[in-house]
């Protein structure tokens, strides 16, 4: 799919654990590890407005385009 989550970096900049952005988003860590590995295929706008609460981001800092991706 050639959208994506991609959070790592802002995460890493936060300097929070994959538990840490699990229990502040209020996803399960299997989830937020969907999110991560690219298995989502859709993400709630309630999720992307927790992520970004956590993170202290915009959306476009972790929603990523790669239109060489293929599903």
Do not use: H, W
Not at 18 to 34: H, K
Not at 46 to 69: H, N, R
């Amino acid at each position: 799919m050639p959208i994506y989550v991609d959070f790592e970096k802002q995460r890493n900049r936060k300097g929070m654990t994959m538990s840490q952005l699990a229990d502040e988003v209020g996803i399960t860590q299997a989830n937020l590890f969907v999110l991560k590995s690219n298995r989502a295929r859709a993400i709630r706008f309630s999720t992307l407005e927790a992520l970004c609460l956590a993170l202290d981001c915009q959306p476009g800092d972790i929603l990523k385009f790669d239109a060489g991706a293929s599903e």
